[in-house]
Nanobody, 124 residues
Framework: VQLQASGGGLVQAGGSLRLSCAVS????????MGWFRQAPGKEREFVAA????????YYADSVKGRFTVPRDNAKNTVFLQMNSLKPDDTAVYYC??????????????????WGQGTQVTVSS
């Protein structure tokens, strides 16, 4: 499984940004997709997870109500739509995937495949 992440950038607080993660290399129907982030000096943190089949989604409390995980099934692409961004959301964001994973498993080590990180910077 190959994951290609893109879409990071600089945005003002209160703004929106959408990250993309394109999946290739296998059928996506068995995958659980995760989004994680890592701020300087901090551990990698769970953000959200989405099961490709059925569309169940799970969010970290810190982003619930502000972030969503839409998909483009035709393009095997999952997104992280980030609204009402805060300076605390500044981090390198990663997409990840695991086969038949639980969406409520928030541990990074539960995921087998990782995309490259993309920087999100939210200015105050």
């Amino acid at each position: 499984v190959q994951l290609q992440a893109s879409g990071g950038g600089l945005v003002q607080a209160g703004g929106s940004l959408r990250l993309s993660c394109a999946v290739s290399g296998r059928t996506v129907s068995s995958l659980t997709m995760g989004w994680f982030r890592q701020a300087p000096g901090k551990e990698r943190e769970f953000v959200a997870a989405n099961r490709w089949t059925g569309g169940a989604t799970y969010y970290a409390d810190s982003v619930k109500g502000r972030f969503t995980v839409p998909r483009d099934n035709a393009k095997n692409t999952v997104f992280l739509q980030m609204n009402s961004l805060k300076p605390d959301d500044t981090a390198v964001y990663y997409c990840a995937a695991v086969t038949y994973g639980s969406i409520s498993n928030t541990v990074a080590s539960a995921y087998d495949y990782w995309g490259q990180g993309t920087q999100v910077t939210v200015s105050s």
